[in-house]
């Protein structure tokens, strides 16, 4: 490359790197019945094919049995597990594992939600959780809890 091009380039670079760094969305979504609780935070990356940044918030089963000590867990950006956000269609899969003294609890809940008619920022759906857990007493493949629900989460594109 010609020595007179190499700044351009250079502030062409930086400047591109500024508005993709700018495109970045705000995601929140909510579940809270008698069995599931989720309150999920993420930004995301705006641009086509690019997915959640960081993940925050808590995820919480409420069943007969469920430990007390093991039934809510911190999510972190490792929990989604798969993250679809296409047009109106909004799909995740939460997953966490979490121990405590002789026993176990492992969640999964899959959020597939639709946006809004008349709302372009909300999407409404369902969910479906199963957790299975594991303590002293279970044998095998331990205690399958399954359930399901609406969920709701709001996108905003902005990142506000």
């Known amino acids: 490359m010609h020595w007179l091009y190499r700044p351009l380039s ?8 500024a508005s993709s760094a700018m495109a970045q ?3 929140a979504c909510v579940i809270e019945d008698k069995v599931v609780s989720l309150a ?3 930004p995301y990356a705006a641009g086509h094919g690019d997915g959640l940044i960081d993940v925050s918030g808590k995820m919480g089963v409420k069943y007969d049995g469920t430990p007390r000590d ?3 867990v911190a999510l972190q950006r490792q929990s989604v597990a798969q993250y679809w956000f296409q047009g109106k269609e909004l799909k995740l899969l939460v997953v966490e594992d979490k121990a405590g003294i002789g026993r176990s609890l492992s969640v999964t809940i899959r959020l597939d939600l639709k946006g809004s008619r008349t709302d372009p920022t909300t999407y409404r759906g369902a969910y479906v959780m199963e957790a299975v857990h594991r303590d ?3 044998t ?3 205690l399958s809890h399954k359930a399901s629900g609406y969920a709701e989460c709001t996108a905003n594109p902005n990142g506000g």
């Open 136 to 138: 002293r007493k279970t």
């Open 140 to 142: 095998g493949a331990g």
């Open 10 to 17: 250079a502030a062409a670079f930086m400047a591109i790197m």
């Open 70 to 72: 093991i039934g809510t």
């Open 25 to 27: 969305g705000s995601l």
């Open 40 to 42: 999920l935070t993420a």
